[in-house]
């Protein structure tokens, strides 16, 4: 199913704020394009280090640029596309802040 991005500016916006991480966030936008997903497994086929959270939250983390960022996603599969809702996106030392403080299965920044 055709991966239909919820708050795709938000990623843009950072992109544009933080210069580093431009080229690896078009990469994974291209990426995120083409992708045909029908479960949550398909999201591991396309991104790799991507991690899906526990807890029935229905989130994945997108390492983005060798890991320097990290991207909190939440999903939703419905019948002939898949919502992906950006929550949150920062560096991996934000990142290890939100884990440490068990919220990264319920931020939703944007």
Known sequence: MKVHLIKEKTIRKYAL??????????EWLSKAKKADWNGPADIKKTYPAADLLGKSSLRVVFDIGGNNYRMICKYAFGEDSIRLYICWIGTHGEYDKLCNNNEQYTVFSY
Not at 17 to 25: D, E, Y
């Open 17 to 26: 704020a933080n210069a580093a991480s431009r080229i690896s966030v078009e």
